[in-house]
């Protein structure tokens, strides 16, 4: 049966890249581990293996292509002896190819889709209006004054804008960290910036976490508002000294004379085939320093109004991104100046059955179990928390006094989790209300596997949440 | 032997000193050294902060203090580095520099009040853009970078000084901080009391290098060492780095060689692993006498100097532990206040049980 050539991801990340040369013709044989192609990225190039044997049926897309989608067919392989015309009938999504890479960081099926996951780029949101007909409610944005209009926009341009308006806004903002500059950001964060604020203000770092952080928490300390950039929170764990020792307790060590007025933001928990050390959830760690602000927003429209508000924010402020969720496509409030309050949930659809709270990448996981149980008649509430510090317990406590249960969702690890926590705030707050045990979803309690079998095992998956509210809702 | 090997680096460290350990000038001293009353100053400002070490200790040893660190021995660097400061630069004291503080204007009675306890004695009215102590080893290094990158940023013709001991030049924290000031040539000025001891490790088992100075030379900033119990040489030193950082030269890293002569806290008994002769050939090298014999030498002091100076001191720290012993203990909430510019809701909550816990 002919099978379609997708293009490959280079890494977790890539979107697109340019299919630089073909290194095969039509009607080639070719067998397992054959070179196929070059891709290249604005990072990279790489070498393109063939995973199946067969003979190259057609050749989609010519050599030199630039902006080639991830996934996109750009061959069709046949079977021995089949007719080059079945090329024109492969169906079959399945990937044929496999990716070599120099640093092995990725494989190329790492963002593919999956049949039982969304791809990666889909809107877990749809547009106002859009929505199907059944149980879902969307609440009206209370963040928006009335007859605002929506552009869609990608959480990576969400974060870049409200950088970019908060240093229009305000002199004494700056960004520093690892290619944050020249580079643009190792995710592209900090597009445009260098061009619009120039190299005082956008500053390319020295390779030490701990070092640019006690930097920027000393310019916090003399007055000027810092922007932190670490290029995964994972990094951070150098910087962790800088941070809680130093951002967070010298106001209150100070007498209250010396404040630290920054941001500390980067992409934190598990992206994909990143292995043990690049995949940690510090949610949990942070939320417990007192001292800190903790946010963690899912949607661009949150990411950028939360973002504001902690560049604006007097105290230092953790800000958690997703890099998976970077790429995704969410309605941004078209305002000149669009903020979200620090420490306020949002109720992203209403139900009676169920509460379920995640936050960040674990809303997605929820939002899609909402949508399935719908379909089976379960009325799910679905609370994203936005701001891990403070917490808006009371709007968790007031949805599950409404609905009687509640699971929550997250990635990090399962001890002295958030949902730990909610759990304890429901058993005193709400005790009576409660018509179940509270159900704690979160990542397996061991260092992420980077196979990607066992990493799908590890980390919380939509049917976890689907089976965890039937479990509390006794069906 | 392959292709050519040649020199591509090599270095010097110099060291200054001013006076010798009698208080002999070494040569012709600096010009300011001309102004005996400015000496004068520098000797009040050495012995004001030994007579306060001294009462802090005593409070401390009769359970009216917490933990305190002495700097007896070494308040020439302390006194030296702050003199030569501007009002409107930024001071990043450690742990031992209260010499430094006083000269900002920080008071005896702030100083005890945070040994005491209470956040109030690291509110400075006289010097309130100066740094709270830092406890953490190393933590102010790559603060006072950051201070000196706001400067840079403003324009401002203003330089941080930042002190630390020879322990902190094992930090990473230190390592990083010169790294920074070095690429982005920041107004900072690195100033490390090497007093030879770190608690209970040596000077010899902190570090191999010959000089803690010379570790400037690898982030391609100043170093240069100087003697630290001579206040004429450190007061000097402090003054050329600071001059040159607020011309935009960048920063230095000044080694003042100096001696703990006391515990490393209150809570050290030092005789369990130093020499006592080591001590006792210390006092002979320490700075007070050593300005005082040069200021008597001069004809600028003399006994009824000396006696006014010390009852002038005595007055201050007495004054200064006994408004610290009438101060009015913290109320309970406030843990709970300056931790946020504004409590957040479920802080507030806490914060009100506490009180009435207090009050009941």
């Not at chain 1, 990576?156 to 290619?179: I, K």
């Not at chain 1, 994972?234 to 007025?261: C, E, H, R, V, W």
């Not at chain 2, 201070?147 to 230190?174: E, H, I, K, N």
Request: glycine share 8%; proline share 6%.
């Amino acid at each position: 049966m002919a099978t379609n050539i997708l293009m490959p991801a280079l890494s977790p990340t890539m979107e697109e890249g340019t299919l630089a040369k073909w290194l095969v013709k039509e009607g080639d044989t070719v067998s397992s581990g054959d070179i196929l192609a070059e891709i290249e990225t604005d990072k990279a190039t790489m070498e393109f293996e063939a995973v199946d044997e067969g003979v190259i049926g057609k050749i989609l897309i010519s050599e030199g292509t630039e902006g080639v989608k991830v996934n996109e067919p750009i061959a069709v392989l046949l079977e021995e002896g089949e007719d080059a015309s079945a090329a024109d009938s492969a169906g079959s999504a399945a990937p044929a190819g496999g990716a070599k890479q120099g640093d092995g960081a990725a494989a190329p099926d790492a963002a593919a889709p999956d049949a039982d996951e969304p791809a990666i780029d889909e809107p877990a949101v749809k547009a106002p209006g859009s929505a199907p007909a059944a149980a879902v409610t969307i609440p009206a944005e209370p963040e928006v004054p009335e007859g605002t209009t929506f552009k869609t926009q990608t959480v990576r341009e969400a974060l870049r804008d409200a950088m970019a308006e908060e240093m229009r806004r305000d002199g004494d903002v700056f960004l520093m960290g690892e290619e944050v500059a020249e580079y643009q950001g190792a995710y592209k964060i900090s597009q445009g910036l260098l061009d619009e604020f120039g190299d005082k203000r956008v500053i390319d770092t020295p390779i030490t976490e701990h070092g640019f952080a006690g930097v920027g928490v000393g310019a916090a300390f003399a007055g000027l508002r810092p922007i932190v950039e670490f290029m995964t929170f994972n990094f951070a764990m150098q910087a962790i000294d800088q941070i809680i020792n130093s951002a967070a307790k010298t106001l209150y060590m100070s007498g209250g004379q010396m404040g630290s007025p920054i941001v500390f933001r980067g992409p934190n928990g598990a992206a994909a085939r990143v292995g043990a050390q690049h995949s940690q959830d510090y949610a949990a760690w942070y939320a417990q320093i007192p001292g800190l602000k903790v946010c963690q927003p899912y949607s661009a429209a949150d990411a950028k109004g939360l973002l504001k508000s902690a560049i604006r924010d007097p105290n230092p402020v953790i800000f958690l991104e997703n890099e998976i969720l970077y790429g995704r496509s969410f309605d941004v409030p078209d305002l000149d100046d669009f903020t979200v309050p620090i420490g306020k949930a949002k109720i992203w659809r209403q139900g009676s059955d169920v509460t379920i709270v995640s936050f960040g990448i674990g809303m997605t996981y929820a939002l899609q179990a909402a949508d399935e149980l719908a379909e089976q008649g379960i009325s799910a509430e679905v609370v994203d928390l936005r701001s891990l510090r403070p917490m808006d317990t009371v709007t968790v406590i007031e949805s599950v006094k409404k609905t009687n249960r509640c699971v929550t969702v997250e990635e990090g690890w399962p001890v002295a989790s958030i949902g730990n926590h909610i759990s304890a705030v429901l058993m005193q707050q709400a005790f009576d209300y409660l018509d179940a045990p509270v159900i704690n979803l979160t990542g397996k309690d061991v260092p992420m596997p980077y196979a990607a079998n066992l990493e799908k095992l590890a980390l919380v998956t939509t049917k976890d949440v689907i089976d965890a509210v039937k479990s509390v809702t006794y069906r | 032997m392959p292709g050519t090997v040649e020199t591509v680096a090599s270095f010097s460290i110099r060291r200054t000193a001013c006076l010798d350990a009698d208080g002999r000038p070494l040569g012709p001293l600096p010009e300011f050294a001309a102004d005996t009353d400015f000496l004068a100053r520098l000797y009040r400002g050495m012995v004001l902060t030994r007579i306060f070490d001294e009462k802090a200790v005593a409070l401390q040893r009769t359970g009216r203090l917490g933990t305190f660190a002495s700097s007896l021995g070494q308040e020439a660097v302390a006194v030296g580095a702050a003199s030569a400061m501007r009002p409107e630069d930024v001071l990043l004291p450690s742990f031992r520099d209260q010499g430094a503080q006083f000269w900002r204007g920080g008071t005896p009675e702030e100083c005890l009040l945070y040994w005491g306890g209470s956040e109030r004695g690291s509110r400075s009215a006289a010097a309130p853009e100066d740094f709270p102590i830092c406890i953490p080893v190393g933590t102010q290094f790559p603060h006072a970078v950051g201070v000196a990158t706001a400067f840079a940023l403003r324009r401002q013709p203003r330089v941080a000084l930042v002190m630390g001991g020879d322990g902190a030049t094992s930090r990473g924290d230190f390592a990083e901080a010169l790294v920074f000031a070095g690429v982005w040539t920041l107004p900072v000025v690195f100033v490390i009391a090497n007093n030879q001891w770190a608690i209970s490790v040596p000077r010899s088992q902190q570090c191999a290098a010959q000089t803690l100075a010379q570790k400037a030379i690898a982030a391609g900033i100043e170093g240069a060492q100087v003697d630290g119990n001579d206040v004429i040489a450190v007061h000097h030193a402090c003054d050329r780095a600071l001059d040159r950082a607020r011309r935009g030269g960048g920063a230095t890293l000044i080694e003042a060689v100096t001696y703990r002569i006391t515990d490393h806290t209150t809570a050290d008994d030092a005789r369990r692993y130093r020499d006592d002769a080591e001590v006792s050939a210390s006092w002979k090298r320490e700075p007070v006498a050593r300005l005082r014999n040069y200021l008597v030498a001069q004809g600028a002091w003399a006994k009824p100097d000396e006696e006014r100076v010390l009852a002038e001191c005595r007055a201050t720290v007495e004054a200064a532990a006994e408004a610290y012993l009438a101060a009015e203990p913290e109320p309970a909430t406030a843990m709970f206040d300056d931790l946020y510019a504004a409590l957040p809701e479920d802080l507030q909550a806490q914060r009100a049980a506490v009180r009435e816990r207090a009050d009941g």
